[in-house]
């Protein structure tokens, strides 16, 4: 009944010359039903799909194998399973020459062929990782209903979203949920909290980490892995990886438990204590607790932050899954790249291959912090996807960022990678482009493996919008223009003309950041901020068309890093405020890695710093200076005044334009105040402080603290000195206590 069904839509007696008759050996009525909206589109010619007897079946016994067999006007698909078939059926459409470039009708590549028979063939295909499932992070905020369902359909068009792990971790950053869910336990026992050194040099228990070390809060642990076993209604025996990992970011626990516990190692990117051993030694303990009674039960966590180290205290119970997630080391180079920090990253992976515990890749498809501007995963994933299937990673969930125009080709290869991690990374550029682009395929070609050996060869290692200025310049933009005019132009369909419009988007937006950038280092905020107003309009205007092209965190990660730090710039240096001094961008600086400075001395005027190294701080990075490694303690800066800068008789004020992430200042020895906030503008008043008519001196203690961006560090924007309406407040976030503690300050009335 079901074959005269099909027979009946396709009007199989209409069959003609051109047609070709599919078979399949079991229904994929979602494959099925895309499958005939593809021959509608494709060809005036009737073919048909039916289910029915199969005169090859598949070799492989796995559940995503297929194989296809085209004998002239006939082609047959066979797999195991529904999801095999429906790999089987859009391979056939590819080789009748459908693509999928992106979500959506915009990514359709139909050709309108008259006769869509392929050549022969017989082949049966079996992806190379078992897990292939991307997926759109930000929630219903930064993406529609109708933008998954596409997503997860061109997923689906790929041969991704195929059969899934038994033991891919449910649950990933888990102690803050841990703590919400056991509030009132948390209430009454605040030592299960982490012990967590504040700025001051205090210590206090808070979240969002756990204090490890105490045996009831893995007690805790264990009586949320019961509820979880009882909430889905799971007999003991079943199968199951529950994700026991930190909540996302820093305050781990040093108490003199949680210390005796860990290795004692720093982690080399981020300089905090390394918590991969304290790790492992929870899950150790709660496997041996539960095993006899949860025998098929797992337990994993994020190789990630300050827990993405291979363990040197204790061996890893072969039941913890570990699940890769690449955010500390570059993102501008492959792991294979030896003039990278990924060369450590390497490295460990390499150890924990060594270990039977299961593997999975869970990492990003764009340039984190960083998400409108011109950026290539080509060269990254052209190795890192054969190294994980050499390390036996059995597959991967990248969290993705819909800004298709940045993304689009490293996303279409990353697919190719997953089924067939063989794939060329130049023969499917090519192929991407030809699709795409049409005529015009060749020039954007060109570009995209030129922006590819930009990025890889740029030295560059700092995360986010913090590099960007040092990769690109003018002269990038105006050769990748010219790349893009003789591509539309050469282009024939509307549809190609289309995808080059809106994939040119990055490459205009580097040009209005570049400027953007220069206006800033220049003090001209005014005119940078209105720059800034057009980025964020027009990346407006493109992630409200709704389409995949731009997503909301490029519009949120703009307000944040640069909107709220210009707004203050601009307000402090025009109308009733003028600039008095630009607090140069090189400064002599010395590092303080035991936060001693101000018993040492530092913000001493008469301190001899005239030979102290100098370093860059709004138009560089701390990566490209060779600081990374100084990611700890504190850093001062010492800013000498000239003599004519400080008018008398007026307010003087300084603006620090934005530090990673604490910042404290003096003025002439005095202690004037701090604030804290990562990209953060905080103003001074130094009125009481300042002598006119002599040379002032400011040191500028900064201090990172907490997580904040990749091979950043001290002073990030542009500062200066500036007379107007005196401030209400000394320093944005005065804390007597502090200042109790701190030599050489004064009192505020």
């Known amino acids: 009944m079901k074959i005269e069904l099909i027979a009946s839509a396709f009007a199989l007696a209409a069959v003609s010359?051109?047609?070709?008759?599919?078979?399949?050996?079991r229904e994929s009525p979602a494959a099925e039903a895309d499958f005939r909206y593809h021959l509608s589109k494709m060809s005036a010619q009737t073919s048909t799909l039916r289910v029915g007897e199969h005169p090859s079946k598949v070799q492989n016994q796995t559940n995503e194998t297929f194989r296809l067999k085209i004998e002239g006007d006939k082609a047959y698909v066979s797999g195991n399973t529904a999801t095999a078939v429906s790999h089987g059926l859009y391979e056939l459409l590819e080789r009748m020459g459908c693509d999928w470039i992106m979500p959506g009708e915009i990514g359709e590549v139909i050709p309108e062929n008259p006769d869509p028979r392929p050549a022969d063939c017989d082949i049966e295909e079996s992806p190379s990782f078992i897990v292939r499932d991307p997926w759109y992070s930000g929630g219903t905020m930064a993406v529609t209903d109708h933008e998954y369902r596409e997503f997860h359909q061109w997923g689906v068009r790929k041969k991704l979203r195929g059969a899934s792990h038994p033991l891919m971790m449910q649950g990933g950053h888990m102690w803050d949920a841990i703590i919400g869910m056991y509030a009132d336990v948390i209430k009454e026992h605040p030592e299960y909290l982490a012990l967590c050194r504040n700025p001051d040099g205090t210590f206090s228990r808070r979240g969002p980490q756990l204090d490890t070390s105490n045996p009831e809060v893995v007690k805790l642990f264990e009586q949320y892995i019961r509820h979880c076993y009882e909430a889905n209604n799971w007999p003991k025996d079943h199968p199951a990886c529950l994700g026991i990992g930190p909540a996302d970011g820093g305050g781990f626990s040093e108490s003199p438990e949680a210390l005796a516990e860990g290795s004692g190692r720093i982690d080399p990117m981020t300089g905090e204590l390394d918590q991969t051993d304290s790790l492992v030694l929870l899950c150790n303990r709660i496997l041996e607790d539960m095993e006899a009674e949860y025998p098929n039960l797992y337990l994993g966590w994020y190789l990630y932050s300050v827990h993405a180290d291979f363990p040197m205290r204790y061996k890893p119970h072969p039941k913890i899954v570990i699940v890769i997630a690449d955010i500390s080391y570059s993102r501008f180079h492959s792991t294979v790249d030896p003039v990278s920090t990924r060369i450590y990253y390497r490295q460990l992976i390499e150890k924990w291959a060594e270990t039977p515990n299961l593997k999975f890749f869970r990492g990003y498809n764009w340039n984190l912090a960083e998400n409108f501007l011109p950026y290539s995963k080509l060269d990254i994933w052209a190795h890192e996807y054969p190294f994980y299937h050499k390390m036996n990673v059995q597959g991967s969930t990248t969290e993705c960022e819909m800004s298709w125009a940045t993304t689009g080709p490293g996303n279409y290869y990353e697919a190719a990678l997953l089924w067939d991690v063989t794939s060329d990374m130049k023969e499917t550029l090519h192929k991407y482009c030809e699709h795409a682009f049409g005529n015009g395929g060749k020039y954007l070609e060109e570009y995209y493996l030129?922006?590819?050996?930009?990025?890889?060869?740029?030295?560059?290692?700092?995360?986010?919008?913090?590099?960007?200025?040092?990769?690109?310049?003018?002269?990038?933009?105006?050769?990748?223009?010219?790349?893009?005019?003789?591509?539309?132009?050469?282009?024939?369909?509307?549809?190609?003309?289309?995808?080059?419009?809106?994939?040119?988007?990055?490459?205009?937006?580097?040009?209005?950041?570049?400027?953007?950038?220069?206006?800033?280092?220049?003090?001209?905020?005014?005119?940078?901020?209105?720059?800034?107003?057009?980025?964020?309009?027009?990346?407006?205007?493109?992630?409200?068309?709704?389409?995949?092209?731009?997503?909301?965190?490029?519009?949120?990660?703009?307000?944040?890093?640069?909107?709220?730090?210009?707004?203050?710039?601009?307000?402090?240096?025009?109308?009733?405020?003028?600039?008095?001094?630009?607090?140069?961008?090189?400064?002599?600086?010395?590092?303080?890695?035991?936060?001693?400075?101000?018993?040492?001395?530092f913000n001493n005027p008469y301190l001899n710093d005239?030979?102290?190294?100098?370093?860059?701080?709004?138009?560089?990075?701390?990566?490209?200076?060779?600081?990374?490694?100084l990611a700890v303690g504190s850093v001062w800066y010492r800013v000498h005044v000239p003599v004519d800068?400080?008018?008398?008789?007026?307010?003087?004020?300084?603006?620090?334009?934005?530090?990673?992430?604490?910042?404290?200042?003096?003025?002439?020895?005095?202690?004037?105040?701090?604030?804290?906030?990562?990209?953060?503008?905080?103003?001074?008043?130094?009125t009481d402080f300042v002598k006119p008519g002599e040379e002032n001196f400011i040191a500028i203690e900064v201090q990172r603290y907490g997580i904040a961006e990749l091979g950043t560090g001290g002073i990030v924007f542009p500062s200066f000195l500036f007379t107007g309406p005196r401030l209400e407040q000394r320093a944005p976030a005065f804390d007597e206590s502090l200042l109790k503690i701190l030599p050489g300050g004064a009192r505020a009335d």
């Open 17 to 25: 010359a051109g047609a070709i008759d599919v078979v399949i050996d």
């Open 450 to 601: 030129g922006l590819t050996e930009r990025q890889r060869d740029s030295g560059q290692e700092a995360g986010g919008i913090f590099s960007m200025h040092r990769i690109f310049d003018h002269g990038f933009v105006k050769w990748g223009r010219k790349l893009f005019d003789k591509a539309y132009a050469a282009a024939e369909r509307p549809e190609e003309k289309e995808r080059i419009t809106y994939m040119r988007k990055p490459l205009d937006g580097l040009e209005d950041f570049l400027n953007m950038r220069e206006l800033q280092f220049d003090c001209r905020f005014k005119e940078a901020d209105d720059i800034l107003l057009k980025i964020i309009a027009d990346r407006q205007a493109l992630h409200d068309e709704k389409r995949h092209w731009n997503c909301w965190y490029s519009i949120m990660m703009l307000e944040w890093y640069f909107r709220r730090p210009l707004e203050d710039s601009v307000k402090y240096s025009t109308g009733d405020y003028r600039i008095l001094y630009k607090i140069p961008n090189e400064l002599p600086t010395v590092f303080d890695p035991f936060k001693r400075g101000i018993d040492l001395g």
């Open 610 to 629: 005239k030979k102290w190294i100098k370093t860059e701080t709004f138009e560089s990075n701390w990566a490209e200076q060779g600081l990374s490694s």
């Open 645 to 686: 800068a400080i008018p008398a008789g007026e307010p003087v004020s300084l603006l620090v334009g934005g530090v990673d992430s604490l910042v404290r200042v003096y003025c002439n020895g005095g202690y004037v105040g701090e604030g804290i906030g990562w990209a953060n503008a905080f103003a001074f008043d130094l």
